[in-house]
């Protein structure tokens, strides 16, 4: 069977520091990949999606990049945090198709 | 964990009432709807699915129908129980790829 992993589970991070937060998908190839932020009281926001090793869209601009160095990770990263980078991060895969998205168990992100 | 949906619409509903979470999607070239039950500090879990070419599916103790004349979609719970206490999402596909997320309703079971 397919599984998502997610990790940290939770992370504080000074603002101006760096990010890397990963995801890995088993049980499965190809998959399309997706990052989610989520706020408090909100819904989904999506980040970026990956349809292929390399192939990176970006939903939304920001200080925030994605890459997929392999077919089945997915990286979060960012340079330099802002306040308001805090959320809810998660990440998500799904097979080509009428698929629905299956998402791990996210990341907290504090940023002090 | 993560406190999902502070200020999010909230329907209360007795143990063992019949649910009804509604949600309008906003594109009408979206060909396929989900529901997804998130819990505190989890990730989304999938519930059910439905394409746009049917008006009603049902699985275990739910029933998503779809009304693509209005836009609209909704999950109905049978029996709710206080397990099924989460926010819960709809999502739609405009596109091969993407989804989007309506905003979610709490639903808090009452014992």
């Known amino acids: 069977s397919q599984t998502i992993h997610q990790w940290p589970a939770t992370l504080v991070q000074p603002v101006g520091s760096p990010l890397s937060l990963e995801c890995t998908v088993e049980?499965?190839?190809?998959?399309?990949l997706y990052w989610y932020r989520q706020a408090a009281g909100r819904g989904l926001q999506l980040l970026f999606y990956s349809v292929g090793i390399g192939q990176i869209s970006s939903e939304v601009p920001q200080n925030l990049s994605a890459s997929r160095p392999q077919d089945r990770q997915f990286i979060l990263s960012s340079k330099k945090l802002l306040l308001s980078d805090s959320g809810f991060y998660l990440c998500?895969?799904?097979?080509?198709?009428?698929?629905?998205?299956?998402f791990g168990d996210g990341t907290r992100l504090s940023i002090l | 964990g993560e406190s999902v949906g502070l200020h999010l619409p909230t329907l209360s509903v007795q143990e063992g009432d019949n649910s009804i979470i509604n949600c309008a999607y906003s594109n009408s070239a979206s060909d396929y709807f989900i529901w997804y039950k998130q819990e505190s500090g989890k990730g989304p879990q999938f519930i059910i699915d439905i394409r746009s070419n049917m008006d009603k599916r049902q699985g275990q103790r739910v029933t998503v129908l779809l009304n693509k004349t209005v836009k609209h979609l909704s999950l109905q719970i049978a029996a709710t129980q206080p397990g099924d206490s989460a926010v819960y999402f709809c999502?739609?596909?405009?596109?091969?790829?993407?989804?989007?997320f309506g905003t979610g309703t709490r639903l808090k079971v009452l014992a």
């Open positions: 049980g499965t190839s190809n998959p399309n």
């Open positions: 998500a895969w799904k097979p080509p198709g009428y698929e629905p998205q299956h």
């Open positions: 999502a739609e596909r405009p596109g091969t790829y993407k989804y989007i």
